[in-house]
């Protein structure tokens, strides 16, 4: 299995940018503790958002960036759990044509991939994978 380390895909020739369009659902976690995705485990710390999408997946993000990339849904106000829209922000992202771990962050939890799955950079060191079904039905790609 390919092990993905120190990936750049801002250097990547094959990499493109894509923005995810999704209302979710989130609670925020009252301990720490860790939730498991499709791609892996997800430790996660008090206050972190923890978020089921419209396909039905879960994962977890940090407070500090669920509030720069969340946007409360009415009736629900921002920090309550309840519904949620991504901000529309661009990410890097890699189709990969074989199986694939790789780490979220460094010495953080290691996700699996699977051919035709997906790697999203959503800045340097900070990365997600997604299957290629979930990526079709949530992100558009911008080139």
Not at 56 to 72: I, N, P, Q, T
Not at 82 to 100: A, E, H, M, T
Not at 106 to 114: E, I, N, Q, T, Y
Request: glycine residues 10%; proline residues 5%.
């Amino acid at each position: 299995m390919l092990h993905l380390a120190d990936l750049n895909l801002t250097l990547d020739s094959h990499a493109r940018r894509a923005v995810k369009h999704e209302q979710v659902t989130v609670e925020f976690a009252a301990t720490a503790g860790e939730l498991m995705s499709l791609e892996g485990p997800n430790r996660f710390a008090p206050g972190d958002a923890l978020i089921t999408g419209s396909t039905g997946d879960r994962w977890c993000v940090s407070r500090a960036r669920f509030d720069l990339k969340y946007e409360a849904q009415a009736p629900t106000q921002h920090g309550q759990s309840g519904s949620y829209q991504n901000k529309p922000i661009p990410v890097l992202v890699r189709q990969v044509d074989q199986p694939f771990t790789l780490a979220r962050s460094a010495g953080g939890d290691v996700l699996k991939g699977a051919a035709g799955d997906w790697v999203l950079q959503y800045a340097p060191g900070d990365y997600g994978v997604i299957a290629d079904a979930r990526f079709q039905r949530v992100y558009q790609l911008l080139d």
